[in-house]
């Protein structure tokens, strides 16, 4: 594959090392997870970390048997650091991977034949996090500051300046590992990170952060997207209309409860190392990055042109060419009636 230069939670941290403050999935578990009915046909689903409330919404739709009930008997593959999303999903070992646009685009480019089927983020959900009495609340704030992050990410600093006419020189790079540590001790005035996992760990630990959202100052990459094969598409069409069905379910019930989904999470992988307080907190986080005024009038997992054309401009600063046609909504046409 191409050499990654974007942003997603892989690059986050797989650059660095996750801290013991952090979300608390570092402990891998069990591959897959079989589901409890049976059905006609089987089929996986590819994750792209390790198990957490991240992925409450497909916990949920194996739990309460949304695949089954439609004949699918739903396997969920843990990813992880060294548990790439794209091979599996290639080779046909998962019918469905969660990757990221950047990452479906890389793979394009070398000759993978993904479409991009739906979009569980609506909004990427990389942020500066910085700390309440020297904020960071938009990117004219960053100059003079020292932000901490893995080196392999200053393309998508530089991509967040160029937007915002912001001069990247006059912000200091400072390399760290993936922990909120340097924040908290002082030795940068920011950092890089998701806003699901290291101001929650700040958080769990009584400590108040700032989260500047990269994706409101035009920063738009989408996360967790669901991808497929033209071949998945053409030959087990039938199944990955079941399998984002289930996913669309799910995720709407997450909506309404997210505590519950953060119960479940801890539930069903006991030996995850997740703490129900830290699921709880990411849980909340995760929906206004999922939902949105779009989402509620067209249906979960859904873009509009306009959110294609951003991804698209996003892209191009951060070297990676991309069309239009690397995204198809007709699955979720079809799951949504429209």
Not at 272 to 298: K, W
Request: aromatic share 6%.
């Amino acid at each position: 594959m191409a050499e990654r230069r974007t942003l997603s939670r892989r690059t986050l941290i797989g650059a660095g090392i996750f801290g013991a403050v952090g979300i608390g999935a570092a402990t891998a578990v069990g591959v897959g997870v079989a589901n409890r009915g049976g059905g006609a046909g089987s089929a996986a689903l590819q994750l792209s970390w390790l198990h957490s409330v991240q992925f409450g919404g497909s916990y949920i739709a194996l739990d309460r048997g949304y695949w089954s009930e439609a004949g699918l008997d739903v396997s969920l593959l843990q990813g992880g650091p060294n548990a790439p999303v794209e091979p599996p999903v290639v080779s046909g070992q998962a019918l469905v991977g969660v990757s990221a646009v950047d990452f479906a685009a890389a793979a394009v480019a070398e000759g993978a034949t993904f479409k991009i089927i739906g979009a569980a983020m609506q909004n990427n959900p990389t942020v500066i996090a910085s700390l309440p009495d020297n904020p960071v609340n938009e990117p004219g704030d960053l100059l003079g500051k020292r932000i901490g992050m893995a080196l392999a990410n200053v393309p998508a600093l530089e991509t967040l300046c160029t937007l915002n006419n912001i001069d990247v020189n006059e912000i200091e790079i400072v390399p760290t590992q993936y922990t909120a540590q340097p924040l908290t001790s002082g030795e940068v005035d920011c950092l890089l990170c998701w806003e699901t996992d290291l101001p929650v760990a700040m958080e769990v630990q009584g400590v108040e952060s700032v989260t500047m959202l990269m994706a409101d100052f035009g920063f738009t990459l989408q996360s967790q997207t669901y991808i497929a094969t033209e071949e998945s598409l053409r030959d087990r069409r039938d199944e990955v209309v079941a399998m984002m069905a289930g996913e669309v379910r799910g995720w709407e019930e997450y909506r309404r409860d997210t505590d519950a989904a953060a119960a479940l999470s801890v539930e069903m992988f006991p030996d995850a190392g997740l703490d129900l307080e830290t699921q709880r907190l990411q849980a909340a986080r995760q929906v206004p990055l999922m939902f949105s005024e779009l989402t509620d009038e067209i249906g979960f997992g859904f873009w509009n042109d306009d959110v294609i054309a951003s991804n698209i401009e996003t892209l191009a600063l951060l070297g990676q060419t991309v069309t239009p046609d690397l995204w198809d909504t007709s699955i979720l046409e079809e799951v949504h009636g429209r």
